[in-house]
């Protein structure tokens, strides 16, 4: 058996290192003050036992690093550990060396022990079974037959939750949204072990508070206020979900001071990992597209960052319109247009003059190509968009997009060119 005793620098990550722990096996129990973790069955898995410890220890980020210890026992584990805290050297055969004070059954009966004479876990070991059992109870034998390996280990082993829900209680009343923002990061990093572990990405979480008074200035006040927080695509960038989190707390406002913040879950997906490429300049470094557009909507509000959204229309300037750049906006596809497009449309159709029944922009405009033409529009009760499209050259202006609208009865056949009107629409770079 092999055991691994991790003590967490922070208590607040106690129970996010008992999930990052899941990730290498799924025998993880919190006893007394720290975590053990049972690895002899997956140690060859992840490489051995130095290669273990190294992605368990040193690559431990957003966490702090953690005092650890490992033994062939739990109790082993714990007891150097404990050691360790204590600035001492590990003891050069343990278990038979270690002090009593560091088995947990022992601890109320170290001062009637030491006065006996009796100061290591060895020197117990040797005293009488029965008259040991007689004085200080069958739990003092049970629990140094484990430390020796000689009775099973049993604990409550850890379970991974299935949605991230966490409280965390508040070092002083917040009284702005934006002082949230500190305990917010501590569960944003809990939140980031807990999507590694699940293998999967945020696309939306909520952060609610608890409110300090039950009225204000007579006022009753609800006893939570909540924010959400969605994201355009699965995540686990958590220095994206702290900046987009800052953004909505910079601009929220407490109805009272709050004493409490809780964040959970409330849409995650399968995370299949981030996209690397093997070419360098392929891999640009700073925020996506799509983060800075979230962060952006978050600031600026979310009608001033727009995105164009291809439309079913035939007329040029209703085949796009304007939506929201968070959320769908950036997944819209374009829609397929003929090659002879204009690369420029104007705002709004230009009347041109027209002498002789020849359109002049710049002088008079030369047509190079035959008709296109668009009947439609004739269903939404109005003036139907009965138009004529061509690529006409101007000596000065270059090629340019024009149509020449017919009136409605002109629809029946009747043509007569001094009745056309001319716009010019489009420009050609």
């Not at 053990?36 to 997956?42: D, G, K």
């Not at 390996?149 to 009343?173: A, H, I, N």
Request: proline share 7%; hydrophobic share 40%; with cysteine.
């Amino acid at each position: 058996m092999y055991w691994i005793a991790l003590l967490p620098s922070n208590e607040d990550e106690r129970t996010a290192w008992g999930w990052r722990a899941l990730q290498f096996t799924p025998r993880v129990a919190p006893v007394d003050e720290a975590l053990l973790l049972e690895v002899s069955a997956s140690e060859k898995l992840w490489g051995g036992r130095k290669r273990l410890l190294r992605l368990l220890l040193k690559e431990c980020e957003p966490l702090t690093a953690p005092q650890w210890a490992q033994g062939a026992t739990s109790l082993t584990a714990l007891a150097l550990l404990r050691q360790k805290l204590r600035g001492e050297t590990a003891p050069a055969r343990p278990p038979q060396d270690l002090p009593l004070e560091l088995l947990t059954a022992a601890r109320e009966h170290v001062p009637t022990l030491e006065r006996t004479g009796c100061r290591t876990w060895g020197e117990l070991r040797a005293l009488p079974r029965a008259g040991v059992a007689r004085r200080f109870g069958a739990a003092l034998l049970d629990a140094l037959d484990a430390a020796y390996g000689e009775r099973p280990e049993r604990y409550p082993w850890l379970q991974l939750p299935e949605e991230f829900d966490m409280k965390f209680e508040l070092v002083s009343l917040a009284t702005t949204a934006p002082e949230l923002m500190w305990s917010a990061q501590r569960l944003l990093t809990q939140l980031q072990v807990w999507l590694q572990a699940r293998h999967r990405g945020v696309l939306a979480l909520e952060l609610e508070w608890t409110l300090d008074l039950r009225r204000l200035n007579g006022v009753r006040l609800p006893s939570h206020e909540q924010l959400t927080v969605r994201t355009a695509q699965p995540t686990q960038d958590i220095s994206h979900l702290r900046r987009l989190v800052g953004e909505h707390l910079s601009r929220a406002t407490l109805s009272a001071p709050a004493n409490h913040l809780r964040l959970r879950s409330i849409e995650t997906m399968p995370w299949g990992g981030a996209d690397k490429s093997l070419l360098p300049e392929d891999n640009v470094k700073g925020e996506r597209l799509h983060q800075l557009v979230e962060r952006l909507s978050v600031r600026l509000g979310e009608g001033n960052v727009v995105v164009a959204q291809a439309c079913a229309d035939h007329r040029p300037e209703r085949m796009q319109c304007w939506v929201p750049a968070r959320g769908d906006g950036l997944r819209v596809k374009p829609a397929m247009t003929d090659s002879l497009y204009p690369p420029w449309l104007l705002p709004r159709p230009l009347p041109l003059e027209v002498h002789n029944s020849v359109p002049h922009y710049c002088g008079p405009l030369r047509r190079l190509t035959r008709l296109y033409r668009v009947e439609t529009g004739w269903w939404e009760g109005g003036k139907p968009a009965l138009r004529d499209y061509f690529i006409a050259r101007s000596e000065e202006a270059g090629l340019v997009w024009i149509y020449r609208e017919r009136p409605a009865q002109l629809a029946r056949g009747l043509e007569r060119a001094q009745e056309f009107r001319w716009y010019l629409q489009g420009l050609y770079a």
